[in-house]
């Protein structure tokens, strides 16, 4: 699960694993996250790491803490994720994708045609 010879640290790949619980929904809101120790243990990895993910997403205001009993999912912790992702992954990406295109001379159309091309193939693949 985790990549441990890649350039990411681990503390920043366990809070994107936690991200990515609450993007898909199976962290909801107000819902108790592992702690750092069960995080810990299910990732083999020093307690204090797993601390150190949990605080990126508790200083990003994504997750809350409950003196003694835990940290939770905040009401808007997903919505702030979904800004984000969109923020720091998509755009980058979008940007990308049009100098590309500018480069490859291919045409606004051309390229729409392209993405609902491959959203059909990527909906064929999950059903």
Do not use: C
């Not at 441990?4 to 990515?20: D, F, L, N, R």
């Not at 020093?46 to 200083?59: C, E, F, M, R, W």
């Not at 980058?92 to 729409?112: H, N, R, W, Y």
């Amino acid at each position: 699960m985790l990549d441990e010879s890649g350039s990411k640290p681990i503390y920043v790949q366990i809070a994107e694993w936690i991200e990515k619980e609450i993007i898909d929904g199976a962290l909801l809101a107000d819902e108790k996250v592992h702690s750092q120790y069960q995080l810990a243990d299910l990732f083999n990895i020093n307690p204090a790491t797993a601390g150190k993910g949990l605080t990126l997403l508790l200083d990003e205001e994504v997750v809350y803490q409950k003196r003694g009993l835990g940290t939770f999912v905040s009401p808007t912790g997903r919505e702030k994720l979904l800004v984000k992702r969109k923020e720091e992954t998509l755009r980058p990406l979008i940007t990308k994708l049009l100098d590309e295109a500018m480069l490859l001379g291919v045409d606004e159309q051309s390229l729409q045609a392209m993405i609902e091309t491959e959203r059909e193939r990527k909906k064929g693949v999950s059903q």
